[in-house]
């Protein structure tokens, strides 16, 4: 079964940067980031789409950059910058190709923790 596996999350004082990563078992096609924070709702922090392009939440525009690896199967979120308002579980999504078609699946989380 294709699964999404993340790592990079952790503990850093504000400033600081992590590297998420999200690696599949499969063709990754439109995929994105998402965090939920304590209280809140899941909300998408970056969008890449088939074509390349991208998209990002307001919120982290200018520090946070989502990039793509066809070849290693793998989905990236650079975060700099960052501030005790990102502390959140940060989740991978992703439309994954598996027996000639996409599904889209969740990873399992990883927290990262901004602390002032």
């Known amino acids: 079964q294709v699964q999404l596996v993340e790592s990079g999350g952790g503990l850093v004082q504000a400033g600081g940067s992590l590297r998420l990563a999200c690696l599949a078992e499969?063709?990754?096609?439109?995929s994105g980031w998402y965090r939920q924070a304590p209280g809140k709702q899941r909300e998408l922090v970056a969008a890449?789409?088939?074509?390349?392009?991208?998209t990002y939440a307001d919120s982290v525009k200018g520090r946070f950059t989502i990039s793509r690896d066809r070849a290693k199967n793998a989905l990236y979120l650079q975060m700099n910058s960052l501030k005790p308002e990102d502390t959140a579980v940060y989740y991978c999504n992703a439309d994954v190709l598996e027996f000639g078609l996409y599904r889209n699946l969740w990873g399992q989380g990883t927290q990262v923790t901004v602390s002032s």
């Open positions: 890449i789409l088939r074509s390349g392009s991208t």
């Open positions: 499969g063709h990754i096609d439109t």
